[in-house]
């Protein structure tokens, strides 16, 4: 059971399930356009500078980032914080983000354990996505592992293995799927732990090849930190989405 302290853990709501996605908040503490803030500490906007060439987009909070109210902090964070190192990118250079802003997790003993987002949730947080779109215009977009790289093409289902690296040109962006951080950290094999790291690395090089000489490390981009309350408080609410946008079909991007 959970703790009275904390929110109850999110239910197994089907994926048709009726939810207000028609809703337009101003702010992500005033979310329900899906139902897992209910039981998420907090939500967990993108952080980083604004515009920016980079953008990586991750799944959505773990159980340190919900406490937080920053992402990637957690074990997955300090992994991609190695990656980013290793391919010669700044963190502080790239805006980092989630697919989906809200924790959810089922409760085992005293665990809150991630559980991937259903379909209808990273549709209804495809609101705040968008908005981060328009905000940071990036040219290149990391989308790491299956949900983020669905919710960046508007798809609802990837074969992330078959396409794993290869740029994807997509409405006016390149996206360079790669692994997340949290299969490399618990892949059993080593070698194929490695290997999972060496792709997250090999696709935030590419990512700085394509973006060009800002988003490398050191070009002295502005870094616009966002206070804990102004987080909670976006500028302005984000542009309604067209209802029916038609989803151009990815293609393969040409090399730089
Ligand atoms: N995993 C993610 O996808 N995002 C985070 O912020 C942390 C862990």
């Not at 109210?69 to 980013?84: H, T, W, Y």
């Not at 690296?165 to 390149?174: A, C, L, S, V």
């Amino acid at each position: 059971m959970s703790s009275p302290s904390r929110p109850a853990p999110p239910g197994d709501a089907p994926d048709d399930a009726p939810q207000p996605s028609d809703q337009r908040p101003a702010t992500l503490d005033a979310c329900r356009r899906c139902d897992l803030w209910r039981h998420a500490t907090h939500g967990v906007p993108g952080d980083g500078p604004t515009p920016a060439p980079v953008m990586v987009v991750g799944e959505q909070p773990g159980n340190q980032e919900d406490l937080a109210g920053k992402a990637f902090v957690g074990p997955a964070g300090r992994l991609l914080d190695e990656a980013f190192e290793k391919a010669g990118l700044s963190r502080e250079s790239v805006f980092l983000t989630n697919a989906v802003k809200h924790f959810k997790w089922e409760l085992r003993g005293k665990r809150r354990l991630h559980k991937t987002p259903a379909q209808r949730e990273i549709e209804a947080c495809g609101y705040w996505l968008e908005d981060e779109f328009e905000r940071v215009a990036p040219r290149v977009v990391v989308a790491l592992g299956a949900t983020a790289l669905k919710a960046v093409l508007g798809v609802k289902a990837t074969a992330l293995r078959k396409v794993l690296g290869q740029p994807i040109e997509h409405e006016g962006r390149t996206v360079i799927p790669t692994y997340h951080p949290s299969y490399a950290l618990r892949v059993p094999d080593p070698a194929a732990r490695e290997a999972a790291f060496d792709e997250i690395v090999a696709a935030l090089k590419l990512a700085a090849k394509f973006s060009g000489k800002a988003a490398r490390k050191g070009a002295g981009k502005t870094v616009v930190k966002r206070s804990a309350a102004a987080r909670s408080a976006p500028e302005s609410a984000p542009k309604p989405r067209p209802k029916s946008k038609p989803k151009s079909k990815p293609k393969p991007a040409a090399e730089p």
